[in-house]
């Protein structure tokens, strides 16, 4: 049982790339979120999926997309990558609608 | 949207003094509170939650309180030891959605 995992852990993208971070879980969680984490500003919530192909936006989801075709996979895209995007992201799955939430070890985006 | 505020941003203790945190939040339909801590370049993790139906939870040194007609709710920490020193998040769940806000974050240091 691997818990959530992602990758990959450190990237440097130029500004204008795209490329997708990869997110999987294999306890079978309906629940995933994808979050940032900035100095000073806690965990932002980038978008959520309440299931196999359910999707909504967070609080700050301009810039990414996301998909869910399979419960275990979550990933994120960056679709023209921009320096504000320089954070650390996190990829949860939960068992509960928000409840319990488990944490990738997280990846390290850093846009020049 | 859930808005979470969190008191106070860092915290000097002690080895063995207590240790409290508190948070406030807007949405008053807000239904579950937990609390994780993260370490030094580690994944946020679960230590304690509440539901909206108690009013205190126990587990060991590390206590919650919630206080649901002034929406705030608080973490304590007994007997503060140096492992305890981490960043802690509280977070809160809205109730009409599955999204987990989080605050801001509280740098716990706890000097031997």
Redesign the interface.
Known sequence: NAGVTQTPKFQVLKTGQSMTLQCAQDMNHE?M?W?RQDP??????IH?S?GAGIT?Q??VPNGYNVSRSTTEDFPLRLLSAAPSQTSVY?CASSRE??????????TRLTVV | GENVEQHPSTLSVQEGDSAVIKCTYSDSASNYFPWYKQELGKRPQLIIDIRSNVGEKKDQRIAVTLNKTAKHFSLHITETQPEDSAVYFCAAVGGSNYKLTFGKGTLLTVNP
């Open positions: 629940y979120s979050y000073g500003m806690g965990l932002r919530l959520y309440v909504d967070g609080e996190f609608a928000g409840r319990g939430y488990t944490f990738g070890s997280g």
